[in-house]
């Protein structure tokens, strides 16, 4: 299942390494997640329902939790974004609620100026903006900083300054280094499981594996947390090899495990699109791409590379029906009508070993909800989404949000957001000189992004998303430098 050669992407295997599932020795490499290693030993059902059905995992990005297992005797670890080691033990998770307590685990209290909670694009640009003017700690609950970055091998549209003509992985990599060099304190594998105001603000946080609970005080926060994939509705949804897009780039590109033999991608927008080329780039079949609109939604360029490939696009067409005793084995395909009902007479039984969705994301709001902040749900936005003003602040003081928590884009404006989200609440804490001149560059730099028709959806949810602001507020809060 190991990707040998790729195009663009070398697949550097760190030390052999061995750990248990099941009772069974498997071959690992370090640096590699537990669902990725399981996976590359071909082991696709991780967990069983109450009823014994097969589950698989969806979104390997630590968003779901279809990978729960057992790992080294505590329940519900993530498999997805939990790395390896030499001798875990890897089991299957009870069907009951544990009792366990955890033994011999640590408290580390950690106070910052700003805290930076998630580190994709949005997230690391704004720890790098904050960093040029207080102090700031960025967290993350992956093994690996980048977001979604570290698995796009495409090259980014758009200017210069954002990455234009890159690639994203030499993106995170940018961003990443610049975070050493700037000695970003940094906290990995860290889930923040909790938001309190105790007249200042709170965050609990907990390493699971290595037992660390932390305890971290802020005077500012800042919701960096991404986004995540949307599921669909149809039989047979549940079984191992149905995958969310990004759980099946975080395979192949990140860990260089081939996903399947070959696939059938839901959704013909940029996502769907692009992942479809990318499964081809590992040497992986794509049987079709099926999309629900009268149109692709994705950009022609991307269209005509898959076309080009022999992939062939259904549009008006969706999945009906995934079958398989313990896995995908094929999947069922009809046309829709003007009222999205299924024609009858018009399935097409397609065979394929995994199924990728690919039909949007949405803003991952949950921990910022506990904060009090305003939120609202906004279609244009992808969801729920807290109210915010242009510089990024939320209806409660202190609390900023950037990138796609506060909109479902592109990553080139998460890092956009994530600067003006940086500067805005560095400058609340300390009085920054060119404020004013860097908010006005930075700001114009979003709009130009925002225009055209591709950016029609953005714009009219980000309007949506300040006027609403304005209206709980009445007016911004000026917050008083220290």
Not at 11 to 16: I, N, Q, V, W
Not at 96 to 118: M, P, R, T
Request: aromatic fraction near 8%.
């Amino acid at each position: 299942m190991r990707i040998e050669e790729h195009p663009i992407l070398k697949f550097k295997r760190e030390k052999e390494i061995y750990f248990y599932y099941n009772g069974k020795k498997l071959k690992a490499y370090e640096g590699e997640t537990i669902a990725s290693a399981l996976y590359a030993n071909g082991v696709k059902v991780f967990s069983r329902s109450k009823k014994g059905r097969a589950r698989g995992f969806f979104c390997g990005i630590g968003k779901c939790s279809s990978c729960l297992m057992k790992v080294d005797g505590i329940p519900n670890i993530r498999t997805c974004i939990t790395p390896v080691r030499e001798g875990m033990i890897v089991e299957d998770n009870d069907k009951e609620i544990s009792n366990l307590g955890y033994e011999n685990g640590k408290v580390k209290k950690i106070s910052c100026e700003i805290a930076v909670v998630g580190a994709g694009p949005a997230g690391m640009s704004s720890a790098i903006e904050v960093s040029n003017y207080v102090d700031v700690l960025l967290i993350d609950e992956n093994p690996h900083v980048g977001g979604q970055l570290i698995k796009q091998t495409h090259k980014f549209f758009g200017s210069k300054e954002e990455g234009a003509g890159t690639r994203g992985i030499e993106i995170a990599n940018e961003l990443r280094k610049e975070i050493e060099e700037r000695r970003i304190r940094l906290l990995r594998n860290t889930s923040v499981i909790g938001y309190y105001d105790r007249g200042y603000k709170f965050l609990s946080a907990v390493n699971k594996l290595d037992k660390i609970l932390y305890e971290i005080e802020a005077k500012r926060i800042i919701f960096a947390t991404g986004a995540q994939e949307n599921m669909l509705l149809f039989e047979g949804n549940d079984l191992p090899g149905v995958y969310g897009a990004g759980g099946v780039q975080t395979l192949m590109n990140v860990y260089g495990v081939r996903p399947g033999k070959k696939g059938v991608i839901v959704g013909a927008g940029n996502v769907g699109l692009i992942l479809a080329y990318q499964v081809l780039q590992a040497g992986v079949g794509v049987a079709c791409i099926i999309e629900a609109m009268d149109k692709i939604g994705g950009y022609f360029v991307h269209a005509a590379k898959v076309r080009r490939c022999g992939v062939p696009i259904y549009t008006r067409h969706s999945i009906k029906e995934a079958y398989g005793r313990e896995e995908v084995e094929g999947v069922i395909i009809a046309e829709l009508n003007d009222k999205w009902e299924f024609i009858e007479g018009s399935e097409k039984k397609i065979d394929c070993d995994f199924v990728c969705i690919a039909v949007g994301l949405t803003p991952s709001s949950r921990i910022l909800s506990q904060t009090g902040a305003e939120i609202r749900f906004i279609n244009e936005a992808g969801g729920w989404v807290a109210l915010h003003n242009e510089y990024m602040e939320t209806t409660k003081e202190g609390i900023y949000v950037a990138g796609d928590l506060s909109n479902i884009e592109e990553a080139s404006t998460a890092i956009i957001e994530g600067k003006i989200a940086g500067l805005a609440c560095a400058n609340s804490i300390r009085k920054i000189d060119d404020f004013e001149e860097k908010f006005k560059k930075y700001s114009s730099q979003l709009r130009i992004f925002r225009e055209g028709y591709f950016g029609e959806r953005a714009r009219k949810a980000k309007e949506k998303i300040i006027s609403g602001y304005y209206e709980k507020m009445g007016k911004r809060r000026v917050s008083g430098v220290e």
